[in-house]
């Protein structure tokens, strides 16, 4: 049985200079990339959110599964070299363990978001104002269960 990076090895390796466009938010090329060696940023609404140089670092995994655009902008801050799936469904269900390496990635990022929505919650507990709302939107949306979403057209992002 393969290990996550040893399947990744399989995958064609793509290089990205500096400033370059890996993904743009808002696009919907349906790849998934993984960082073998270089670092990039990512930036949500043109804002620097992360700076990256992890080698397995993964981008593009929330688009392709939950079927939407990209939810960021991804660029090589350093020369850059990417793996990439280009048909990452079909490829996550022939190496499952690389599916639980991006499962494992997302419960990651999840457990961080979680632990920082609860930070901001215990700072604003006390607010009477419009700030306690705060908790009762964040509660809502971590109790939404997600329907079913159908994949569009990359033409129908624009």
Known sequence: METAMEALKQLPLLAFPPGATILEQGGGEGRVYFLAEGTVEVLKDHVPIAEVSDPGAVFGEMAVLLKIP???T???????????????????????????YVARILAKRLDSLNRYLV???SQFKEYDDHIHLVDEVLESMMARHPREITRRDPGEYD
Do not use: M
Not at 79 to 89: A, G, N, T, Y
């Open 70 to 72: 990209h939810t960021a």
């Open 74 to 100: 991804v660029r090589a801050v350093s020369e850059s070299r990417l793996h990439v799936i280009e048909e990452p469904e079909e490829f996550l269900k022939r190496f499952p363990e690389t599916a639980l």
């Open 119 to 121: 930070d901001v919650k």
